[in-house]
């Protein structure tokens, strides 16, 4: 899990991925230590994520920063996005962890951020996220994708730009395509692909 | 058949250039073998006991004659010259190599095949009734609402990291013939009062470790809704599902942990966020789609043929053949045949290419250039024209596909088992060839009449051993091989479970156990009764008792 310090190694990329680009990014992910009280865990200054507890326990004293977009709010791989549904107005960034990356309970909060409550901030996806999950990802409706410090060169986030795109034009609805293909283009045309 | 357009052929293309440029970072080192594993498991790609096994699937088990070649030439240049068909209507190579798989894929998607999402944790190949728009007992075809389901599940990028796999089947029809009830969702195509389409939905069901029965979850969903309610149950699950525990994670134990009416609740509440929504599925959709199903272009014929009935009188091998592996058909003249992939010899299932290749002429000549896989792992022609099963068989029988044991005693449903696959805890192969030559004289089968007997090398019941007439299982005892058999397990509309006998058995034993069982059913049984039948009337006690008659109390044997 990403601590406060993405200082990685010097050839290790610190970067990430925001709406198709690879980007600097200064944001800190804060967690608990183990047993560690919400209350009494530090929030550094400048832009960070904070674990949903520490969030509910500090809603008053997090407001104003909130609100100018410097503090945003991670959620666990099984807390209800519900948790979050008054707050989705104020929030401009919102993390989802993915503890683990076939753990796929993340894609599902995504979707159900996005629709259901509507929420049109930063959606960043945490923990282990790699590239050959950037495609569901992205149409689940991250748009910041940030792998672990240590995982890519520069050099190889830029590559995996690319999976982003695995699929063009996919069957299904999603977040980045409201419509599933029957209903998004004209299919009536018939096959085509003869052997 | 479905015929690809355009949009499907790209995305199956795309879909192989993704795994090509992934198995080329594996062996450069950039991909790890842990975070390549369920990319190439969702490509279908095992690595087992002797090499790595390649599953590729077959759509609620429909081949074009094509397609047939396609698995042929596979088989002869990248594998050992055959295949082996599941009880998922997939098709199995157990020798290919690693780095030739994105290649075979490639060779795949010229004839619109793939290996998707054939293994993982996420929505597995939909099966549906073999006899789809030929049995006479159908409501309807369910191969559109298949194929529209197909293409919700493939590279669905919300579900392809579900706590455990996720099976769907399809019934359409009186008789199920899919084994609704073991499914994690179970879609009975059925009509209401009105008149309308819609489905029964079941939900929960599974084999496995814990063997659980679906419960209906939904009493008529109207198939507008088809993917919305499909949807909503998928979401419930990947949210919900237990993840701490491999062997808890199916969706049947989030239903019975939450009970069928909570499940049915949450489930409802989220449907109604998205019922009617873009998800609903439109009559000009639906009959895209089943117009690729349309029937093909019967001829008429009398319904019955004096030559054939002729033969039926004087040749007694064909008459037995036609009356064990042909079916009626709804078309006046025409029937559904079942090429037999259980002559003893033959692992079942296991088909070479010169049998595809075959096979796939078959069709051509005889069946308008499809054939149909069954979970029973056998390949039905299914628009035949009785004028021809004479010469229809006969070239089957040439080729070792005409042996007349559908639904007999050695039309065995056995895994691969402990011989290819790294899951098993015992072989399964072997105990299907002893019992078939045991019990290999056909009047010996005849007498003892319809029978299930499923072996599975281990608790993932890939061989569907709990819904056997007799069911074999291979259980691991101090690392030898055990089996434990139980009995009175049905599939169909009564689709019940078997229960374990007692104390498992060595493999030399088993075929004696078989022996016994049929020896106890020949001695209860009534006229016309079939050994399942004996069974559900007095018991499995009187079965019990014959079987371990001779075990000496103090030699006790393995109790798994």
């Known amino acids: 899990m990403p601590i406060a310090s993405r200082k990685g190694k010097p050839p290790m990329s610190d970067k990430i991925i925001k709406n198709g680009r690879v980007v600097a990014d200064a944001r800190l992910t804060v967690t608990l230590a183990e047993g560690e009280a919400p209350a009494d865990t530090a929030v550094p200054a400048g832009p960070v994520l904070v674990p949903l507890a520490v969030w509910q326990a500090r809603r008053d004293e997090l407001l104003a920063r909130a609100r100018s977009g410097e503090v945003g709010v991670w959620l666990a791989a099984g807390e209800d996005v519900a948790a979050l549904a008054d707050d989705l107005t104020l929030l401009h960034v919102i993390g989802l962890h993915f503890p683990k990356f076939t753990d796929g309970r993340s894609y599902s909060a995504a979707t159900l951020l996005r629709t259901r409550y509507g929420y049109d901030g930063e959606l960043r996806a945490i923990g282990e996220v790699l590239r050959d999950q950037f495609n569901y990802m992205t149409r689940c409706g991250f748009d910041a994708l940030e792998p672990r410090a240590e995982r890519y060169t520069d050099a190889q986030l830029e590559a995996a730009l690319a999976s982003i795109d695995d699929f063009t034009q996919p069957y299904q609805r999603s977040v980045k395509d409201p419509l599933p293909l029957f209903r998004r283009i004209d299919r009536s045309a018939g096959p085509q692909v003869q052997a | ?560």
């Open chain 2, 1 to 560: 058949m479905y015929q690809y357009d355009e949009h499907d052929q790209r995305l199956l293309d795309q879909r192989v250039a993704q795994f090509r440029d992934q198995m080329r970072r594996h062996l450069a080192g950039e991909l790890s073998a842990d975070e390549f594993r369920p990319l190439r498991l969702q490509n279908g790609l095992y690595i087992q006991r002797h090499a790595p096994m390649f599953r590729i699937s077959v759509p609620y088990g429909h081949l074009a004659s094509r397609q047939l070649r396609k698995l042929a030439h596979l088989a002869r240049n990248y594998d050992h010259g055959y295949a082996h068909f599941t009880t998922r209507t997939n098709v199995q190579f157990n020798w290919p190599k690693l780095e030739d798989v994105p290649e075979m894929l490639a060779e795949l998607a010229s004839v619109q095949m793939h290996a998707n999402q054939t293994s993982g944790n996420c929505i597995r190949n939909i099966t549906a009734d073999p006899f789809a728009g030929v049995a006479a007992d159908e409501v309807a075809d369910p191969r559109p609402f298949a194929e529209i389901l197909r293409q919700w599940a493939t590279y669905n990028p919300e579900f392809a990291f579900l706590p455990r796999k996720f099976k769907i089947a399809f019934n359409s029809a009186a008789e199920d013939r899919v084994v609704l009830r073991v499914y994690d969702i179970g879609l009975d195509l059925v009509r209401n009062d009105a008149g309308e389409l819609g489905f029964r939905v079941l939900v929960g069901g599974g084999l496995g470790r814990t063997p659980i029965l679906g419960e209906e979850i939904g009493a008529f969903v109207p198939w507008q809704h088809l993917i919305s309610y499909c949807e909503a149950i998928l979401r419930v699950y990947n949210r919900w599902g237990r993840r701490d525990n491999l062997w808890k994670a199916r969706i049947k134990i989030l239903v019975k942990a939450l009970g069928p009416d909570e499940f049915r609740r949450q489930v409802e509440e989220e449907w109604a966020n998205s019922k009617d929504g873009p998800n609903t599925i439109t009559a000009a959709e639906l009959a895209r789609v089943s117009a690729h199903f349309a029937p093909p272009a019967y001829e008429a014929q009398p319904a019955q043929d004096a030559t054939v009935d002729a033969l039926l009188a004087t040749d007694k091998a064909f008459a037995t053949w036609v009356k064990r592996n042909v079916r009626t058909h709804r078309q006046p003249g025409y029937a559904a045949v079942i090429l037999s992939l259980k002559k003893t010899g033959t692992a079942p299932g296991d088909v070479t290419a010169e049998q595809m290749d075959l096979i796939a002429e078959l069709a051509d000549r005889f069946s308008f250039g499809e054939a149909r896989m069954l979970h029973e792992q056998n390949v039905a022609l299914a628009d035949v024209r009785r004028a021809d099963l004479f010469e229809l068989w006969q070239a089957a029988r040439a080729a070792g596909l005409a042996t007349p044991n559908i639904g007999l005693l050695t039309d065995i449903i056995c895994c691969p088992g402990g011989d290819f696959c790294s899951l098993a805890n015992a072989r399964s192969i072997p105990v299907a060839d002893a019992i078939q030559r045991r019990f290999d004289d056909l009047d010996y089968q005849h007498d003892i009449g319809e029978i299930d007997l499923n072996i599975s090398g281990c608790m993932n019941s890939c061989g569907h051993h709990h819904v056997g007439h007799i069911g074999i299982l291979g259980v691991d005892k101090n690392d030898t091989e055990w089996y434990q058999i139980s009995i009175g397990g049905t599939q169909g509309n009564g689709t019940t479970l078997g229960k374990v006998l007692g104390p498992s058995f060595a493999q030399d034993e088993v075929v004696g156990v078989i022996e016994k069982l049929l020896e106890t059913y020949v001695e209860l049984r009534r006229e016309d009764e079939r050994f399942i039948d004996t069974v559900q009337r007095v018991g499995t006690e009187p079965f019990k008792e014959r079987v371990y008659a001779d075990r000496q109390p103090q030699r006790k044997a393995a109790h798994v």
